[in-house]
């Protein structure tokens, strides 16, 4: 017989929690962000503490901004993750700003030190790696969106406008250009203007990595000096 819940009593979610948990902790995904990332003292979460919650939220379920702190309500956040933070706090605002802020600081240079966290507690092979590129349609005007002055400078913001689209045709769109692993761990991507073609997207990928992964005659994983974020 099913014993009655006590009244007053609550029941969360907490399904692949404590795995996500592990990898995040292994990779310091927060720590990483927040040294790289500068603080405002009014801030009540990190910026780090909202790529992780956008992690869980992608990994559970959802990416739309407005939704994650809906998502996140459902679990048992603390014993999942060890948070002590409440799911109310990475509300849409508040994760807005932190992309904003992980923008500004530069994504490669954030992406690049978890990579190399990750290549520090991980086996990965880089003897093969893969290329591709996709597109994403949106909607709207986006009247403040401008070609960039330099299609080929890694950190140029994304022309979103109409190209050769692999979803419809007619809409605007944005490019991503992606190289990963043979077992598909990212290596190096970004997203380019929507009219960037496949052919040209391609080869800045593949100077960007050769300009940064080792000879697989000679090794087959990344020096730890290396790093894949824009030389200055």
Known sequence: MAK?????????????????????????????????VQADPRQVVTTGQCVEALVVAILTGTHTLYRVDQQLTGY??????????????????????????FVETGINVCTSAIFMRALAEYTIDLAVLRLDTT??????????????????DVSAIPYVTKGRSKDRHGLKQIV???????????????????????????????????????????SSTLPLGKSFAPAR
Do not use: C
């Open 4 to 36: 009655k819940r006590a009244p007053g009593a609550t029941s969360k979610k907490l399904e692949y929690l404590p795995l996500i948990s592990n990898a995040l902790r292994r990779l310091q995904v927060r720590e990483t962000i927040d040294e790289l």
């Open 76 to 101: 048992d956040l603390e014993l999942g993750l060890g948070w002590v933070t409440p799911a109310s706090r990475f509300h849409d605002q508040r994760l807005a700003r932190g992309l904003d802020d």
């Open 135 to 152: 597109s994403a349609s949106v909607h709207g005007t986006y009247k403040e969106s401008a070609p960039p002055a330099d299609p080929e």
């Open 176 to 218: 991503f250009g992606t190289a990963v692993t043979e077992e598909g761990v990212p290596v190096f991507g970004r997203a380019a203007s929507g009219n960037r073609s496949d052919s040209n997207e391609l080869r800045f990928l593949m100077r960007r990595v050769a300009e940064r992964v080792p000879d697989p005659a000679t």
